[in-house]
């Protein structure tokens, strides 16, 4: 693929999953509203799967920027407000991807485990392993998409 053709797929990656990012978002909080409306098992069970599903969508959002940062072809400062959870993101979509072996007292990153209030499989709020807000991450993902440019030309 030359560099036009990865800047045009760049940029559709980013399109594509921001708005997964939101979709996903609105998803967890969805579930959340129906914790008290009953079935909270099966609820759960479902809040559960969409959570990780949720941060699998955020990280792959994170290497389109990456890409689209490294062929430096839009300004970048667009993508400031959400690398500020980029570490989160992937720190909690790691630790969620090998949670058993963390339940099993296993996991490669114990010392990222736990904070003082949950594990990294919890949720306190809206904050998944007390540390990542998906209503900020959603916030700041709707910001980028109203900033991003629409779509890219290659040059001809």
């Known amino acids: 693929m030359n560099l036009e053709e990865q800047k045009y797929m760049a940029l559709e990656g980013i399109h594509t999953w921001a708005h997964a990012t939101v979709r996903h978002a609105?998803?967890?909080s969805k579930f959340q509203r129906s914790?008290?409306?009953g079935n909270f098992i099966g609820v759960r069970r479902d809040f559960e799967s969409e959570r990780h599903i949720f941060l699998i969508v955020a990280h792959r959002l994170m290497s389109y920027i990456n890409w689209a940062t490294d062929l430096n072809f839009i300004d970048t400062q667009i993508f400031n407000e959400v690398k500020r959870f980029e570490l989160d993101i992937k720190t909690m979509r790691d630790l969620n991807?090998?949670?058993i072996e963390y339940f099993r007292g296993g996991g490669?990153?114990?010392q990222l485990?736990?904070?003082e209030n949950a594990d990294a499989s919890?949720?306190?709020g809206t904050r998944i392993g007390d540390r990542l807000d998906w209503l900020e991450v959603k916030d700041a993902v709707?910001?980028?998409i109203k900033k991003s440019p629409p779509y890219y030309h290659p040059a001809a």
């Open 26 to 28: 609105a998803e967890l």
């Open 35 to 37: 914790f008290a409306a």
């Open 97 to 99: 991807e090998h949670v």
């Open 108 to 110: 490669r990153r114990p």
């Open 113 to 115: 485990w736990s904070t």
């Open 122 to 124: 919890s949720t306190m």
């Open 142 to 144: 709707e910001t980028l």
